[in-house]
C-alpha cells in the first residue's frame, strides 16, 4: 500500500513507500517496462526507468520520482501502478506538498 | 603556489574548501564527478554555478572536467559489495581526479571532506579511498564543524547554491560501512575492471 508520495528529504524529488513493507521483484518489474518500451537501467539493487519524469524503483519497492512538481510524480506513480500492478492506496494517493 | 585539482560535489563543504585554496593563491582545477542517473541535474547546475562566482571572486580561469560516473556506479552496483559501495565510488572519483591532474600538471588533489561528517568521512574509510592514488591530498576543511563550514559558505555567498533542491545520491547504500578494511576494498575492485572504467570515464569527460 502506497499512502503518501512526499518530498524527499533534499527537496528535489517525490517519493512513495510501501507501508507495509513490499519488496518488489525487480526482474519482473524491468521486464514489463520494457515490454512498455520504457528504456531501463538495471543497477541490480535498484532500477532507474525513463518515463516522465525518470524514476528510481528499489527492491525496498521504494519510488523515487525525479521532478519538483507532485501532480507529474502522481501522474507517474498512476502509471506505474497500472503497469506493475502496484496496490492502491486507500484513500487516493495525496502529494503532501509541492516544493515547487 | 601548486596547481591543484578540487573535487566539486555541489555541497556545501567543496566550494569553501575552494575558495580557502583560492585565497592562498593556488591556481586550481576543478572535477565533478557526474552521477547522473543516480541524481538529477541539479549538482551538475549547482557546481557551474559556485564555479562563476568563485571565478568572478578570484579571478581565476578554474576549468570544469565533468566526468561522467553513473555508469561506473551501475558497474559496482552489480558486481561488488554494496556495503562497502561508497569507499568504492570515492576510490573511482580519486582516480579520475588523478588522471585529471596529470594531463593539467597539477601537483595535488584536494575535497572538502570534513572529518566524521559522513559514512565515506571516517579516517579508515578515507584511508581505503585514497590508497587508489599517488599524489598528495589536501583537505582544507578536515577539523571544521558543519556550522563552521556553513558560516564560511554564507560569507561567501555559495550556501543558498548548495542548498537548493535536489536529488541526493540514489547509489548510496542503506547501511553504508563506516569502517573498511583495504584487503576487503582491494577483493571487492577485483571483481571490476579498473583500468578500463577510468580509461572510459576519462575519455567521455568533457570540459566546461
Known sequence: MYRTLRVCSNGGAYEALPDPPRPLDLKRVRGVLEREGVAVVDARVMLIAALDPEVTISRSGRLLFKTRDGAVAERAFRRLQALLGLPAPEAGLESERNPA | ?208
Not at chain 2, 588522471?99 to 568521512?121: D, M, N, P, W, Y
Request: glycine fraction near 6%; charge should be neutral; proline fraction near 5%.
Open chain 2, 1 to 208: 603556489m601548486a596547481r591543484g585539482v578540487m573535487l566539486m560535489s555541489g555541497g556545501i563543504d567543496s566550494p569553501v574548501a575552494l575558495h580557502y585554496l583560492l585565497r592562498q593563491g593556488h591556481e586550481m582545477v576543478a572535477v565533478h564527478m557526474d552521477n547522473r542517473p543516480f541524481t538529477d541535474d541539479s549538482p551538475l547546475e549547482k557546481v557551474v554555478d559556485h564555479l562563476t562566482l568563485l571565478r568572478e571572486r578570484y579571478q581565476q580561469p578554474i576549468p570544469l572536467y565533468v566526468v561522467p560516473h553513473g555508469s561506473t556506479q551501475v558497474t559496482l552496483m552489480r558486481n561488488t559489495d554494496r556495503h562497502v559501495g561508497c569507499v568504492l565510488c570515492r576510490r573511482f572519483m580519486w582516480r579520475s581526479a588523478e588522471r585529471i591532474a596529470e594531463r593539467e600538471q597539477a601537483r595535488f588533489l584536494a575535497t572538502g571532506e570534513a572529518l566524521g561528517q559522513v559514512a565515506s568521512q571516517t579516517l579508515s574509510n578515507m584511508r581505503s579511498a585514497t590508497a587508489s592514488v599517488h599524489l598528495p591530498i589536501v583537505r582544507p576543511l578536515i577539523g571544521f564543524d558543519k556550522h563552521e563550514i556553513e558560516s564560511v559558505a554564507k560569507s561567501i555567498g555559495t550556501y543558498g547554491i548548495s542548498t537548493r533542491p535536489g536529488v541526493c545520491c540514489q547509489a548510496v547504500p542503506d547501511r553504508p560501512a563506516t569502517r573498511s578494511n583495504l584487503v576487503q576494498i582491494l577483493q571487492e575492485e577485483e571483481r571490476v575492471d579498473v583500468d578500463q572504467i577510468i580509461e572510459d570515464c576519462i575519455r567521455k569527460a568533457v570540459v566546461l
